[in-house]
T-cell receptor
Framework: NAGVTQTPKFRILKIGQSMTLQCTQD?????MYWYRQDPGMGLKLIYY???????DKGEVPNGYNVSRSTTEDFPLRLELAAPSQTSVYFC??????????FGDGTRLSIL | QKEVEQNSGPLSVPEGAIASLNCTYS??????FFWYRQYSGKSPELIMF????GDKEDGRFTAQLNKASQYVSLLIRDSQPSDSATYLC????????????FGDGTTLTVKP
């Protein structure tokens, strides 16, 4: 079982570049999330989705965009990368009042 | 702003001792409560979940929930060095069934 798959695992970007972090899940979960985790800190919610075609902002959405065209995929887009976006990004999914399943994360550095 | 707060760490216990991790939450209507373990450089993984008041035991782990006091805890008995990790408390908001608010985590070190 693949669960939640994130790509890439590591990436270095230059300031001002753009990129898309990919996330796909094979558990038919309605809910999907993007978090960022800075060193020594907890998880901060960037965006979430309760189903295909529905997305909403979390706690720290500025500088990011998402889309949810299918149940399986929930890509996160960074436009005009800034050093403050250097972080570890986790994608997660759940079926509702259930635990979240996390991907392995993407380590992103903006230089 | 819904909040989840965990006891500040780091927490250090000797091998074989009981480790006690605590979490309070602000949303009185919260319905689902989770404890995740996160090893350094890894993603969070579920340890325990609890939905009803009282205790829930799974091996060396016991989750305790007191909705009246808005308090959830995790006890780790016979702590092992492999339990050394950061423990994240997560609370599902109501009425959004799927959305969790996470605490900042408590880092536990179990010393041999």
């Amino acid at each position: 079982n693949a669960g939640v798959t994130q790509t890439p695992k590591f990436r270095i970007l230059k300031i001002g570049q753009s990129m898309t972090l990919q996330c796909t899940q094979d558990m038919n979960h309605n809910y999907m999330y993007w978090y960022r985790q800075d060193p020594g800190m907890g998880l901060k919610l960037i965006y979430y989705s309760v189903g295909a075609g529905i997305t909403d902002k979390g706690e720290v959405p500025n500088g990011y965009n998402v889309s949810r065209s299918t149940t399986e995929d929930f890509p996160l887009r960074l436009e005009l990368a800034a050093p403050s976006q250097t972080s570890v990004y986790f994608c997660a999914s759940t079926g509702g009042h259930q635990p979240q399943h996390f991907g392995d994360g993407t380590r992103l550095s903006i230089l | 702003q819904k909040e989840v707060e965990q006891n500040s760490g780091p927490l250090s216990v000797p091998e074989g001792a009981i480790a006690s991790l605590n979490c309070t939450y602000s949303d009185r209507g919260s319905q689902s409560f989770f404890w995740y373990r996160q090893y350094s450089g890894k993603s969070p993984e579920l340890i325990m979940f609890i939905y009803s008041n009282g205790d829930k035991e799974d091996g060396r782990f016991t989750a305790q929930l007191n909705k009246a006091s808005q308090y959830v805890s995790l006890l780790i008995r016979d702590s092992q060095p492999s339990d050394s990790a950061t423990y994240l408390c997560a609370v599902n908001e109501s009425p959004d069934a799927g959305k969790s608010t996470f605490g900042d985590g408590t880092t536990l070190t179990v010393k041999p």
